[in-house]
């Protein structure tokens, strides 16, 4: 896997906005907004809406935000498959 940082360019909001991302996150971010069924320049313009910080950091947040949803979800469906879910 790259560890290679590349600066990305999106137009959003009507002006061209540029930010820095590992190989590695650029392909999950493509791969959300596939999932999403969106253009990766609207996936980057609704993290870049509401973040705080730099627009790469936010960036990163969020992949690994869907990441870790994602890999609870699943963990989840195996609970329901194994019978193994737990009542609090």
């Not at 190989?23 to 969106?38: H, K, N, P, S, V």
Request: charged letters at 30%; hydrophobic letters at 40%; zero cysteines.
């Amino acid at each position: 896997m790259s560890t290679d940082v590349r600066k990305r360019s999106v137009t959003i909001a009507g002006h061209r906005t540029s930010f820095s991302l590992e190989d590695a996150f650029w392909t999950e971010l493509q791969g959300i907004a596939t999932r999403r069924d969106m253009a990766i320049a609207e996936l980057v313009a609704e993290v870049d809406e509401g973040r705080d910080g730099n627009l790469s950091s936010a960036l990163r947040l969020y992949v690994l935000g869907d990441l870790q949803e994602r890999l609870e979800m699943a963990g989840d469906a195996g609970k329901l498959i194994t019978g193994d879910i737990v009542n609090d």
